[in-house]
């Protein structure tokens, strides 16, 4: 008989120090790739957002071909002012929803918002809110995925303001100076934006030329409910279009001064790049949560990324659609 001898294997598992020492690679492994990841989803979330533009661009464009000029920034009756956030109309978001795939939305509240259009032109209707009621509703174009803050609804004027990270130009006058496209110079030329109160200009009149002259640029949500900045359907500077930019103490994208927007209800916040003053509605710029500066699409419909470091000149100019210098956005 042949007797076979079993011989028990023993496992040696893993020490104490061993376990520390991968973990510890693990670790270092993680923080290697965390910055590449995050560079990624930027990268991916700014391509995003320029597709949002060129949507945005080609809307206005057939806005454009539709009604033979561009849509106003926003709409305001005879008689209210133009900084009163309770009576004015609609603004340009709400005018392009049916050349951004929201044609439903915009039949729900068609009525109301044609009843304010044509008393604003002065042929009938009257100061009709009712288009009020899609406030709430979230577009997804209108929203940029780097901004953190584009999920917290607006709270005042009734609350429950859905946000947008996108403003049409106004140019870099303020509302009640360019209103009806009139021109103001702060010393570098007219300043007159594509879009104003209750007007706007044709894209292939535009005087500087369509591929010189910015059409939308992007917008922040405000840090808190309260701050309006970053909200598609409020019709206010900061919220919804930008102007008074480039021009006094709103210097160029991203600026960190204190007090830089001028709105009615916001957070100074200088040290996020989003300072404001709260005393009135004024000034607006053109701010985004991507490094280094922000997207803009221009009136020829082409997206360009506007670097924080141009100069307040450059950037005047580039807001202005006739100040008489076609200077070129690279």
């Known amino acids: 008989m042949i007797l076979f001898h079993l011989r028990r294997r023993t496992q040696r598992g893993f020490t104490l120090i061993e376990l520390l020492v991968v973990i510890a690679i693990i670790a270092i492994l993680i923080g290697l790739l965390l910055p590449a990841v995050q560079k990624i989803r930027e990268a991916a979330n700014r391509m995003k957002c320029s597709n949002n533009l060129k949507q945005l661009g080609l809307a206005c464009h057939n806005y454009n071909d539709t009604n ?6 926003y709409y305001v009756g005879p008689g209210v002012a133009w900084n009163d956030p309770n009576n004015v109309g609609p603004p340009w978001t ?11 939305l915009f039949r729900q509240y068609a ?10 032109l002065g042929t009938g209707g009257g100061n009709d809110q009712g288009w009020r009621g899609m406030r709430s509703q979230k577009i997804p174009t209108y929203i940029c ?9 607006f709270a005042q004027y009734g609350g429950n303001w859905a946000r947008g990270n ?3 130009n106004g140019g870099p006058g303020t509302d009640d100076q360019e209103a009806g496209l009139q021109a103001p110079n702060y010393g570098w030329g007219p300043a007159q934006g594509v879009m104003t109160i209750n007007a706007g200009l044709t894209v292939a009149t535009i005087p500087d030329g369509s591929s010189n002259t910015v059409m939308v640029n992007e917008v922040r949500a405000g840090p808190d409910v309260n701050d309006a900045r970053g909200t598609w359907c409020f019709p206010m500077v900061g919220a919804s279009h930008t102007s008074g930019n480039a021009i006094g103490d709103c210097y160029t994208p991203n600026d960190t001064g204190c007090c830089s927007d001028d709105l009615g209800t916001c957070s100074d916040r200088p040290d996020i790049a989003m300072g404001c003053w709260a005393g009135g509605w004024g000034q607006g ?5 991507h490094s280094g500066g922000v997207n803009a699409c221009l009136g020829d419909g ?8 141009i100069s307040q000149q450059t950037w005047y100019l580039y807001l202005s659609a006739a100040d008489g210098t076609a200077t070129s956005i690279n």
């Open 302 to 309: 082409s997206v360009r990324f506007i670097r924080n470091s």
């Open 166 to 168: 996108y403003g049409a």
């Open 68 to 73: 033979g000029t561009l849509p106003p920034c």
């Open 111 to 120: 009525n109301n918002i044609q009843n304010y259009q044509v008393w604003a």
């Open 94 to 104: 709400v005018l392009i929803l049916p050349y951004v795939e929201q044609d439903n």
């Open 285 to 289: 710029q053109a701010r985004s949560r």
């Open 145 to 153: 995925p780097s901004d953190p803050n584009a999920q917290t609804p």
